[in-house]
Nanobody, 116 residues
């Protein structure tokens, strides 16, 4: 199995920035893709950004131009740089990974609060 450890969440002012990290460990399989979802209060969980081992990326329309996903394949780690954060982006952010064999794993989430 794979363990995902998220870090970097916390409290930030509107317009501020945070960088989330997610490190995968515990598997002998290579990672095909990693990404981030979020679930805001009263809303569905939504894809924020994802990246494959080959570098292809996918972003939610609402975060394009402000968020950047990147990865270090050697470290099985994905990062989410979040700039110009908005209060409505307060949410629990979840890391996810897909292995080459097709198995999916989820982290337990990290809280991001955007507030003055």
């Amino acid at each position: 199995q794979v363990q995902l450890v998220e870090s970097g969440g916390g409290l930030v002012q509107p317009g501020g920035s945070l960088r989330l990290s997610c490190a995968a460990s515990g598997s002998i399989f290579n990672i095909y893709a990693m990404g981030w979802y979020r679930q805001a209060p009263g809303k569905q969980r939504e894809l924020v950004a994802a990246i494959t081992s080959g570098g292809s990326t996918n972003y939610a329309d609402s975060v394009k131009g402000r968020f950047t996903i990147s990865r270090d394949n050697a470290k099985n780690t994905v990062y989410l740089q979040m700039n110009s954060l908005k209060p409505e982006e307060t949410a629990v952010y979840y890391c996810t990974t897909t292995l080459e064999i097709g198995r999916n794993y989820w982290g337990q989430g990290t809280q991001v609060t955007v507030s003055s």
